[in-house]
């Protein structure tokens, strides 16, 4: 169900004071925008915020960057993001939030900006097999993550999908990722720690396994 328009949504990303309206005038600059050179991690297609705030909250030692196509889909998620800082007693001074389209992402990061993770949680599986480079992990956006994933970075990738995750498992053997840990069932498998997204709590109500892996860039 697509999500109806939100017409504060655009006003109040632009008050805001961690959402970057220009993500490509950052380009190579993005570790300068926190106070420290701590870990950055970033989130393709942050959704309705539920797992940035989480993240940055139990991560305030790491600097988290989330980002989502659409303006009205990044204002229900600035909402969230300060409710949960605001309830924690916090300022939210470890993440930002940006619009950006990922299929055009080396736009806006490149090799200098040294990301450790990239999170892609529950992506649009495109099926159609003449859709599917649209992919969040199809090797055309595969190429693109290389080349600002630091050496030993990683991808942590979670799906309800079976035909999604099995093809992104090929597809990170292909680019040259490592698959250092993998599991079809991620609640039955004991990995900690593990935020529990929206998508992921109704896909695990509907009795369907969530499959995870995560798939590192090799060193040298």
């Given at each position: 169900?697509?999500?109806?328009?939100?017409?504060?949504?655009?006003?109040?990303?632009?008050?805001?004071?961690?959402?970057?309206?220009?993500?490509?005038?950052?380009?190579?600059?993005?570790?300068?925008?926190?106070?420290?050179?701590?870990?950055?991690?970033?989130?393709?297609?942050?959704?309705?915020?539920?797992?940035?705030?989480?993240?940055?909250?139990?991560?305030?030692?790491?600097?988290?960057?989330a980002m989502d196509l659409e303006y009205k889909m990044l204002g229900v998620a600035r909402r969230k993001i300060a409710r949960a800082f605001e309830e924690a007693g916090r300022e939210p001074d470890n993440l930002l939030l940006t619009a950006c389209n990922i299929e055009q992402i080396e736009t806006m990061l490149s090799p200098e900006d040294r990301v450790d993770r990239l999170?892609?949680?529950?992506?649009?599986?495109?099926?159609?097999?003449?859709h599917q480079k649209h992919r969040l992990t199809h090797p055309r956006q595969l190429v693109q993550y290389r080349t600002f994933l630091r050496e030993g970075g990683e991808i942590r990738?979670?799906?309800?999908?079976?035909?999604?995750?099995?093809?992104?498992?090929?597809?990170?053997?292909?680019?040259?990722?490592?698959?250092?840990?993998?599991?079809?069932?991620?609640?039955?498998?004991?990995?900690?720690?593990?935020?529990?997204?929206?998508?992921?709590?109704?896909f695990s109500d509907e009795g369907i396994p969530i499959k995870f892996l995560i798939a590192q860039k090799p060193t040298g």
């Open positions: 169900m697509r999500m109806r328009n939100k017409p504060w949504a655009r006003p109040e990303l632009e008050a805001c004071p961690y959402f970057i309206k220009d993500p490509r005038a950052l380009r190579g600059h993005w570790r300068e925008q926190f106070s420290s050179d701590a870990p950055f991690h970033v989130e393709l297609g942050c959704g309705k915020g539920g797992f940035a705030a989480a993240a940055a909250l139990s991560e305030p030692q790491v600097h988290f960057l999170y892609i949680n529950f992506c649009n599986p495109w099926p159609r097999k003449k990738f979670k799906t309800d999908d079976d035909g999604l995750f099995e093809d992104s498992i090929g597809y990170f053997e292909e680019c040259g990722f490592a698959v250092t840990y993998l599991t079809r069932d991620l609640h039955a498998s004991g990995f900690a720690p593990n935020i529990v997204t929206e998508h992921e709590q109704m």
